[in-house]
């Protein structure tokens, strides 16, 4: 029975940690009084201003919005948020598919498989953990602290960055499910 509920955490999880690792609200800001917005994903950002929007890269190295082309310099710990959420990503869809192993081919390496699940999801809780702390701490101090000084701005963590956080919350339940099947495991051999 944990099994199965391990596995609709697992999969949950990463959709979850998929979703919001791959959208755009991580963060939403809007300037008072102004018809301009902003949503900023890891990988995209979104200037939206009298109903037209602008999309752009994080990686690239210009912006261009309005026809008016700017540097667009994002900091390093943004480069390790996305390394950090990249790889707990990955990590979960390791111990989703291990576990997937584990119900559908057998019980053959009990001990090994449920261990390697828990394993899995500890990495990905804690990666995606780093992640999500790196980003809630650095993302107003860097981003927005100039703009503060020139123009009101309304600065704040959106659903993306939830859903990561919840994804994080589900690795850790997985990782929980492993320990309690990994011990009923041990107690019947």
Same mark, same amino acid.
């Given at each position: 029975?944990?099994?199965?509920?391990?596995?609709?955490?697992?999969?949950?999880?990463?959709?979850?940690?998929?979703?919001?690792?791959?959208?755009?609200?991580?963060?939403?800001?809007?300037?008072?009084?102004?018809?301009?917005?902003?949503?900023?994903?890891?990988?995209?950002?979104?200037?939206?201003?009298?109903?037209?929007?602008?999309?752009?890269?994080?990686?690239?190295?210009?912006?261009?919005?309005?026809?008016?082309?700017?540097?667009?310099?994002?900091? %390093?710990? /943004?480069?390790? +948020?996305?390394?950090?959420? =990249? &790889?707990? *990503?990955?990590?979960?869809?390791?111990?989703?598919? @291990?576990?997937?192993?584990?119900?559908?081919?057998? %019980?053959? /390496?009990?001990? +090994?498989?449920?261990?390697? =699940? &828990?394993? *899995?999801?500890?990495?990905?809780?804690?990666?995606? @953990?780093?992640?999500?702390?790196?980003?809630?701490? %650095?993302?107003?101090?860097?981003?927005?602290?100039?703009?503060?000084?020139?123009?009101?701005?309304?600065?704040?963590?959106?659903?993306?960055?939830?859903?990561?956080?919840?994804?994080?919350?589900?690795?850790?339940?997985?990782?929980?499910?492993?320990?309690?099947?990994?011990?009923?495991?041990?107690?019947?051999?």
């Amino acid at each position: 029975m944990v099994s199965k509920i391990m596995i609709a955490i697992l999969i949950l999880g990463v959709v979850l940690q998929i979703v919001g690792f791959s959208t755009t609200a991580w963060v939403t800001t809007s300037y008072p009084g102004k018809s301009v917005s902003t949503t900023m994903g890891l990988w995209k950002a979104c200037i939206k201003y009298d109903e037209e929007e602008d999309c752009f890269s994080t990686s690239s190295d210009e912006v261009t919005v309005k026809g008016v082309t700017v540097q667009a310099n994002f900091p %390093k710990w /943004y480069r390790a +948020t996305e390394a950090m959420e =990249t &790889l707990g *990503m990955l990590a979960f869809l390791v111990a989703m598919t @291990i576990h997937l192993g584990y119900i559908f081919w057998g %019980k053959l /390496y009990k001990k +090994t498989t449920i261990f390697g =699940t &828990l394993a *899995m999801c500890v990495v990905a809780a804690i990666l995606i @953990i780093i992640g999500v702390i790196i980003f809630g701490v %650095k993302y107003e101090e860097d981003v927005f602290t100039g703009l503060h000084m020139i123009i009101e701005i309304d600065a704040s963590l959106s659903w993306s960055f939830g859903l990561c956080i919840g994804a994080a919350i589900l690795a850790v339940m997985g990782a929980v499910g492993a320990a309690v099947e990994l011990q009923n495991v041990r107690l019947l051999s």
